[in-house]
């Protein structure tokens, strides 16, 4: 699809502040912009109301925000929000991108992969995004409203990072299977084979997407993890990942995370869960998609990067409590000496004459 450029002026402070709100929610200026043409363009309509001036809310809602307001409370609604505002966006995206490959499909393409392209597109992707259509909603349903802020968002943010990845890579497969079902002239139909591998893959995908929107709602708010916790992390990122000696460098983290990681400092689990596991994460994700691909990238060797910095990080602070238990020992058993010797209990430089 071809891009343009569109430039218009905007107040400098409208501007900062909303480069900050979208950064809160990990899109750019562009993608917003983005998502508003497009909602416009298929609604035809601008998607808000737009007054002379703002209308008072009802007491109930005023009372609402207030509770909202409250320390601890306004933070983690906002962010409930936002992600499920994306969610829902995505599913959009998803059933556009499904409906366009399914309604391109020209009838004079027979063949068992183009068959299995229409089911998937047409019937069993399009089920599946109304089965994950359906548990983004129910996120809002007053029954889950109260209890959601006390769920680890980590798992959420996971699902969400699933979502997308689905999404964008439909959107890839409808930018290059449309055009090559129109060009098609006839004949051979093998072409199309490819195509069929990596939908039946994004079929896979989603089917391990309920059992993450499962544990985020038997979660708790994630505060500081347990050794548990963070081997399960680990696996859930790399359940789609088939590259044998990145799997053999996982099994190796996880070992040392059982052995060290509950007697690790508190800073140092902090920066684990927040920067380090994250990025491992997103590398694991990174790797599934190229392996789907069938690319031979630098991802396998990115992910044996990130595990050896997680595995010394974990090690270091371990040898490093053990240095100090030490020393902290003998330092103990120097100051008996001391004390022990200025009592004459015992020969020393330091007993008195």
Known sequence: MAQVMVNFRIDETIKKS???????????????????ATKVSREK????????????????????????LQPGCEEEKAVLA???????????????????????????ITGL???????????????????????????????????????DTGILEE??????SIAAELKELENALVPAMKSWSGGDT????????????????????????????????????????????IQAAAQLVETAYVLTALENLEALVLRHYDS??????????????????????ELSLTERNGEDGSAAALCLRTVNVLSQVIHDQQQARQALGE???EAEVAALERLAALRGDIAGSLKPD
């Open 45 to 68: 309509r601008i998607p808000f109301e737009i007054t002379a001036e703002p209308s008072r809310p009802p007491i109930q809602q005023r009372l609402s925000c207030r509770r909202e």
């Open 190 to 233: 093998g072409g199309f084979e490819p195509y069929e591998r990596r939908l039946a893959a994004v079929s896979k995908e989603f089917d391990a997407l309920p059992a993450v929107m499962q544990r985020f709602l038997h979660s708790t708010a994630r505060k500081q993890g347990s050794a548990r916790a963070f081997q399960a992390r």
């Open 113 to 151: 992969s183009m068959e299995q392209i229409r089911l998937l597109c047409g019937v069993e992707l399009k089920d599946k995004t109304a089965g994950i259509a359906g548990a983004v909603r129910s996120l809002s349903s007053s029954r889950n409203a109260e209890t959601l802020q006390e769920k």
């Open 264 to 285: 690790l400092e508190g800073q140092t689990k902090a920066h684990l869960e927040s920067h380090y596991l994250p990025t491992l994460e997103r590398t694991l994700r």
């Open 327 to 329: 020393r902290s020992l």
């Open 159 to 164: 699902y969400l990072d699933g979502l997308s």
């Open 82 to 108: 936002r992600k499920q505002e994306q969610l829902e966006l995505l599913c959009v995206e998803i059933r556009r991108s499904l409906t366009a490959i399914h309604t391109a499909i020209p009838s004079s």
């Open 18 to 36: 909303m480069e900050q709100a979208c950064k809160e929610m990990g899109m750019s200026m562009t993608t917003a912009f983005t998502i508003f």
